[in-house]
């Protein structure tokens, strides 16, 4: 069975009804069907408009489950959403990031899921609904595991939001893998940072991904930079020691090891591109 509702009220009352696998992008959904049918009745979201686009809220930024990442890309920001477009131009190719949604990376919740380091940094929130109503979740909380989130049967993801005290200053986002394009990473960095009228950094946020089993924010790391001055000495703040709550993975791209040296590189880049 397949539904493709044109109002956000119909998908909301067909999830009250029955299990759905819901579908925005399908870049991920159809690649892992291979020559299968789907084993659940598919719910088309894809004829949402109202969830497209992001704009500017009171007291927030609203990023719209179906804002794909080319959406992003050509969305006037403010610098600190400068990590998020860096990582939507690193989200398959052109055409992927045509189709692919924001909200549907986060929802497939790959331990190696670009957009979720530079979310991390801007202190995103996801926006469930269902017809009983909505609630924002963390991003932080809303990633549980690999492929695994705290979103309902009953819910779909209509947004993402980023408060606007936390779109300050400028960002940066590096991610290293096997080839430039079209590659899954082996570890990425993003970095936010903030200055006061003395050039010292009076707030700074650095998150790692594919590292561990969901992307972390790295809270050590983040005191040691408060207070130093934003220049090029800044990212030698960066020590190994910084990095003890990654838990990386031995895999078919990396070792643990590698990973782990890997992120600390990737940090002191990301944070010393926050200069430029």
């Not at 990973?259 to 600390?264: D, L, S, T, Y």
């Amino acid at each position: 069975m397949y539904e493709r509702p044109t109002t956000l009220d119909a998908a909301l009352s067909l999830l009250a009804e029955d299990r759905w696998t819901v579908l925005a992008g399908g870049t991920d959904f159809y690649p892992a069907l291979g020559e299968r049918a789907p084993t659940a009745p598919v719910l088309d979201l894809s004829a949402l408009e109202s969830l497209r686009g992001i704009r500017r809220e009171e007291g927030c930024w609203r990023i719209g489950a179906l804002t794909t990442w080319s959406d992003a890309i050509a969305a006037d920001l403010p610098p600190a959403f400068h990590a998020l477009k860096q990582a939507a131009r690193e989200v398959g190719s052109v055409q992927i990031q045509n189709r692919a949604t924001v909200a549907g990376n986060i929802c497939n919740a790959s331990p190696a899921a670009d957009g979720v380091p530079p979310l991390l940094v801007l202190d995103a929130a996801v926006e469930a609904a269902s017809s009983r109503g909505r609630r924002q979740i963390p991003l932080a909380d809303f990633i549980l595991g690999n492929r695994v989130t705290a979103l309902r049967p009953d819910e779909i993801v209509t947004g993402i939001t980023v408060p606007a005290a936390s779109a300050q200053g400028r960002s940066n986002f590096v991610k290293l893998g096997s080839r430039r394009y079209l590659v899954i990473s082996i570890a990425m960095v993003a970095a936010r940072i903030e200055t006061g009228a003395d050039n010292k950094v009076s707030c700074a946020q650095v998150s790692v991904g594919a590292c561990s089993e969901v992307a972390l924010r790295l809270p050590e790391l983040e005191k040691t930079l408060i207070g130093k001055h934003l220049d090029e000495t800044l990212a030698q703040a960066v020590e190994p020691a910084h990095f003890d709550r990654l838990s990386p993975l031995d895999d078919v791209r990396a070792s643990a090891a590698y990973r782990r040296e890997a992120a600390a590189e990737l940090a002191r880049r990301a944070i010393a591109g926050c200069l430029a």
